[in-house]
Nanobody, 121 residues
Framework: DVQLVESGGGSVQAGGSLRLSCSVS????????LAWFRQAPGKELEGVAG???????YYAPAVKGRFTISHDSARNTVTLQMNSLKPEDTAMYSC????????????????WGQGTQVTVS
């Protein structure tokens, strides 16, 4: 079974930093399509950052320049380094990957972790 387990959330003051990690296991392909999403109360799910096998990355405009996504192939871990955090970054953050055999597209993200809360005050 595919499993994603996040860690590293917490509470921080504005301007601070947090580092989120997501360990991926059971995924049958070496190629990867991984992303971090977030959802704040009353708001829609938002794709925050993505990293892909062709070494390309994606960042939402709201986090570009402040967040950095990286992938450790040896440990099959995806990390989100979040700097210069703002109160509007407060949300539940989840990592996700696409369903087996599907293209790396937003609509194909079907495996999700349980989420980790980030609170910025």
């Amino acid at each position: 079974d595919v499993q994603l387990v996040e860690s590293g959330g917490g509470s921080v003051q504005a301007g601070g930093s947090l580092r989120l990690s997501c360990s991926v296991s059971g995924y049958p392909y070496s190629r990867y399509c991984l992303a971090w999403f977030r959802q704040a109360p009353g708001k829609e799910l938002e794709g925050v950052a993505g990293i892909f096998s062709d070494e390309s990355t994606y960042y939402a405009p709201a986090v570009k320049g402040r967040f950095t996504i990286s992938h450790d192939s040896a440990r099959n871990t995806v990390t989100l380094q979040m700097n210069s955090l703002k109160p509007e970054d407060t949300a539940m953050y989840s990592c996700a990957t696409v369903l087996e055999g599907t293209l790396c597209r937003w609509e194909n993200f079907g495996y999700w972790g349980q989420g980790t809360q980030v609170t910025v005050s």
